[in-house]
Nanobody, 134 residues
Framework: QVQLVESGGGAEQSGGSLRLSCAAS????????IGWFRQAPGKEREGVAC????????YYADSVKGRFTISTDNAKNTVYLEMTRLKAEDTAVYYC???????????????????????????WGQGTQVTVSS
């Protein structure tokens, strides 16, 4: 079992940058695919980015591709989401989540819809608010 704690949210102006952190405890991130999701007011939660440090694969939603970067620091057992060129529509509560996956290569090589399927992720953090003003 893994516990996840997000941090790094806050308020930023449009065009600015923020870095979110997802610190994991209880288990090594090597056994998991880690996803970042977000939920804006009145909208459904959506996948933003995900990563497997074991196979070195990442995947991004089209809305953040080229602006956000997901990465891991295995020594710190932490996943980061570097967000640049922020837009007002990036305003949301951001969650990190973990899916224990035996063959992550199969995940990233298969249907992309699975990578952002919330039901595949068993463990969730409490969320961190990101507010971008235009």
């Amino acid at each position: 079992q893994v516990q996840l704690v997000e941090s790094g949210g806050g308020a930023e102006q449009s065009g600015g940058s923020l870095r979110l952190s997802c610190a994991a405890s209880g288990s090594s991130l090597d056994y998991y695919v880690i996803g970042w999701f977000r939920q804006a007011p009145g909208k459904e939660r959506e996948g933003v980015a995900c990563i497997s440090s074991r196979v070195g694969s990442t995947y991004y939603a089209d809305s953040v591709k080229g602006r956000f970067t997901i990465s891991t620091d295995n020594a710190k057992n932490t996943v980061y989401l570097e967000m640049t060129r922020l837009k007002a529509e990036d305003t949301a509560v951001y969650y990190c989540a973990a899916a224990r996956v035996e063959y992550p290569g199969g995940w990233f090589g298969g249907p992309k819809s699975r990578l952002f399927d919330e039901y595949e992720y068993e463990y969730w953090g409490q969320g961190t608010q990101v507010t971008v003003s235009s």
